[in-house]
């Protein structure tokens, strides 16, 4: 099987590297197409727990992987100022306290704050009590300690990465070819794609496509025009600007999100610099305002000039037509507030590498891939419209938008499901798990209107016991923890330590 990736970045070149190390090298024959003219969006430099699992089927050491990306700890996301002005919370890849007489904890909790004996459902949460006071370390295989409750991800440099992996590939047999293309062929009888031309006149031809190309869809939406799904009205950011800076603080273990007048700002600190953004709504900011905006939050002055992306949220209708599969921006977009870009594209190498086709193309793969994808994508999308809309700020026309919305009746029922009876609607495909859910529900302030009657079997006074006991052992688990930097430095993968320049 003749393989081409049209495309590089991090889409292609972790496609190229988990295909040629995953995929029998004798049934395969990988050649990766990309031109440094056109370069690429540099997708997401915040990742969620599963990219770890990614990079363990490659098998990379992760201190080498985080030296050689600059990368840092990520213990969950803080969100400010989406719910009202000067509120905070952070969704933490862990879970929130421990059940208690076969109950879900945060049944326990809503009725231990509807009577006043509970605060923030942050201090029942390890890795966020961690993420605040900026330590750090591994989680313990013990399930029986308090340190096994939680995940963790990374921030790291996007470009890195691409480099990282194309050594990784190339190693394995992975052809590079520097060219652009300017004509793509198509079977007249099959509708397949034959070939691609460049701008030197060679032409490539292959079995199987993978179109890494970015926004432009050069295969999937150009070459055979597979549609696209538009969710800017529930979604109406549409541009964003980026620009780096240096590091004048202490390295977080999470990212940040800020939210702004029609958008949100980004913070993502690496090990060598900040890496911020602000995405906003055209409809609702001027350009010239966004970039102020951007530039006024800025911990010290950008290191390179601040580059605008434009952008529409929505999907390919078809992410894998004919004998052309789209991973990335490719097949969709949606914005990075829950750092989910690179996670698509690790769930697309995922579902390809399970309905990998041969020559005879069988259509029920295509089917199947563009099902899952199809799903995986209106989950995150609910998830994201989810911040959006469950606000109580009225500041603002773009709030005001957001806020008094429709949005998908898939959302509806959840949202409505939660704040009548405390439950999380259980899906089979999706991303993100109940504490994910029960994070942002929580942070944005939509507390359930009644709890598990269950709950109620347990005495008050037992509940209370319960609660601080859980805080207490948090509280002393976290006390010894390494600081952030300092567990950097400790496994080696601080790139200082080993010398990468």
Known sequence: MRVLIVGGGTAGWMTAAALSQLLPPRR?????????????????????????????KLG???????????????????????????????????????????????????????????????????????????????????????????SYAYQFDAGLYAAYLRAYAEARGVVRTE??????????????????????????????????????????????????????????????????????????????????????????????????????????????AALTALLEQLESP?????????????????QWSRNVVSIGLASGFLEPLESTSIHLIQLGIGYLLELFPDRNFDPMNETEFNRVMGLEYERIRDF??????????????????????????????????FRERGVVAQYREGMFLDASW???????????RHYDPSCDRVPATWLAAHLTGINSEYVQAVGGMPGHEEFLRKIGADHRVIGVQ
């Open 302 to 318: 950008p290191q390179a000039d601040p580059r605008q992306l434009r952008f529409k949220a929505g999907k390919r209708r078809r």
């Open 28 to 56: 395969v024959a990988i050649r990766l197409l990309e031109s440094e003219e056109i370069g690429t969006v540099g997708v997401g430099e915040a990742t969620v727990p599963h990219i770890r699992f990614f990079n363990a």
């Open 60 to 150: 990379l050491d992760e201190a080498d992987f985080m030296a050689r990306t600059r990368a840092t700890f990520k213990l969950g996301i803080e969100f400010r100022n989406w719910s009202r002005a000067g509120d905070s919370y952070i969704h933490p890849f862990g879970a929130f306290g421990r059940d208690l007489a076969g109950v879900p904890f945060h049944h326990h909790w809503v009725r231990a704050r509807k009577a006043g004996l509970a605060g923030s459902i942050e201090a029942w949460s390890l890795p966020i009590l961690a993420a605040r006071k900026g330590r750090f370390a591994h989680p313990a295989e013990d399930l029986a300690s308090p340190l096994s409750t939680y």
């Open 438 to 448: 029960l994070a942002v529900f929580f942070g944005q302030n939509i507390i359930p």
């Open 179 to 288: 060219g652009r293309i300017v004509d793509t062929s198509l079977n007249g009888e099959s509708g397949f794609v034959d070939g691609v031309t460049l701008e030197s006149g060679e032409r490539i031809t292959a079995d199987l496509f993978i179109d890494c190309s970015g926004f432009r869809g050069l295969l999937i939406e150009q070459a055979l025009g597979a549609g696209y799904e538009d969710w800017a009205h529930w979604l109406p950011c549409d541009r964003a600007y980026a620009a780096p800076c240096e590091t004048a603080g202490p390295l977080t273990p999470y990212t940040r999100a800020t939210a702004r007048e029609a958008g949100w700002i980004w913070r993502i600190p690496l090990q060598h610099r900040v890496g911020n953004g602000h995405v906003y709504s055209s409809a609702f900011l001027s350009d010239d």
């Open 384 to 417: 994201i419209i989810l911040h959006y809309h469950a606000t109580l700020r009225d500041d603002t026309p773009f709030w005001n938008y957001c806020r008094t919305m429709q949005v998908p009746d898939s959302l509806a029922y959840r949202m409505e499901l």
